[in-house]
């Protein structure tokens, strides 16, 4: 049986500007930096600006609220949405 972690991943959607803003703050090559890298864009630039999808693991996503806290604060709220989302 996988742990937990494993099984239950967190789905961030955020805006390019978001997602821009935490690539910039993470480490390059660290596994938050590879998360964001791995995020899909969703929707249709015909309606409006396209949001970004990033699925990542519990530990990854507080790790990510960590640097949001101190360097993206327009993130923060979209980071612990997706956080009790998961844990419903």
């Given amino acids: 049986m996988l742990p937990t972690e494993v099984r239950s991943l967190v789905k961030l959607i955020l805006t390019e500007a978001q997602l821009t803003c935490l ?5 390059i090559g660290s596994e ?4 964001l890298g791995q995020g899909v864009r969703v929707g249709s630039k015909l309606i409006g600006p396209e949001p970004f999808a990033v699925k990542c693991t519990s530990a990854i996503a507080m790790r990510l609220l960590a640097v949001a806290e101190r360097f993206c604060p327009d993130v923060v709220a979209e980071i612990r949405t997706a956080m009790e989302r998961e844990q419903q």
Avoid: Q, R, Y
Avoid at 23 to 27: C, G, H, L, R, S
Avoid at 32 to 35: D, F, G, H, P
């Fill in 23 to 27: 690539k910039a703050a993470v480490t």
């Fill in 32 to 35: 938050e930096s590879a998360v």
